[in-house]
Nanobody, 121 residues
């Protein structure tokens, strides 16, 4: 009933920029927290950034000052502007929605399918 679809990944040189976008669709009554996580092979998925509906943001130390998360509550979309990219930012990036309440009363967490970001040195 709920889908998260990401776009915007790709290949970029170190120091470059990319913008990721994610749209949540379906039977959404209320969506509290949206965010981005990333994962490299052999490692656990890690938090990149989150934003709650009121606009409060949280970033991992590794991206603070380089990445900016934003959202459009009316459209249930979230974006991640990534600047000054480093090779260590290379990962699959996943969109996340937490405390999403559907019109049928289901409260849950949802993930997108992931988008590859590769930063070359």
């Amino acid at each position: 009933q709920v889908q998260l679809v990401e776009s915007g990944g790709g290949l970029v040189q170190a120091g470059g920029s990319l913008r990721l976008s994610c749209a949540a669709s379906g039977s959404i009554f209320r969506l509290n927290t949206m965010g981005w996580y990333r994962q490299v092979p052999g490692k656990q998925r890690e938090l990149v950034a989150t934003i709650i509906s009121g606009g409060t943001t949280d970033y991992s130390d590794s991206v603070e000052g380089r990445f900016t998360i934003s959202r459009d509550n009316a459209k249930n979309t979230v974006s991640l502007q990534m600047n000054s990219l480093k090779p260590e930012d290379t990962a699959v990036y996943y969109c996340n929605a937490k405390n999403l309440l559907t019109w049928s009363g289901r409260l849950g967490e949802y993930w997108g399918q992931g988008t590859q970001v590769t930063v070359s040195s």
